[in-house]
């Protein structure tokens, strides 16, 4: 039995000039081939930043003085309000620029794997500890490889 669509509400922003960067579909292609079979439906929105705006939001939220490539702030909605919310993603253009070049990828796949290492946050999988890094990353595995895309661990 083939898995329903997911409904998905994504709003995608470009903190910088979007040329080189993947396109708001592409995004949404990723974000519901993670979600597909997990959840029926999602609003989550997805920012590209500059170096700039990625430090200072490292810094102001995990108090890391650096840009990270992705961060993800899950919705923390108040108790009994049931709605599709996920949260936010955050990705860092340049860091995900100088970590696809210096690893040899595709900045597309790259970006993919981003985005859906960013989503499993929302949806609450973490990688803390080495069983629970082993389960995302099989997931990632298993979802890019649905996406014809190569094993960002190998």
Known sequence: MK???????????YGLPRKGLPSPQSFRG?????????????DLAIRIVDAREGRSLNRHYRGKDYA??????????????????????????PVVAKEAAE?????????????????????????????EADAMEQLEREVLAGLEIDDPYA
């Open 30 to 42: 990723w974000v519901s081939a993670v979600l597909l079979g997990r959840i029926r439906r999602a």
């Open 68 to 93: 990270t490539n992705v961060l993800s702030f899950p919705a923390e909605l108040p108790e009994g309000v049931n709605l599709p919310v996920l949260g936010d993603i955050v990705l860092c253009a």
């Open 103 to 131: 690893q040899g990828k595709t900045l597309k796949a790259h970006y993919a794997h981003l985005t859906i290492h960013g989503v499993l946050h929302l949806l609450g999988m973490d990688h803390d500890d080495p069983r």
């Open 3 to 13: 898995a329903r669509p997911v409904e998905l509400e994504l709003g995608v922003s």
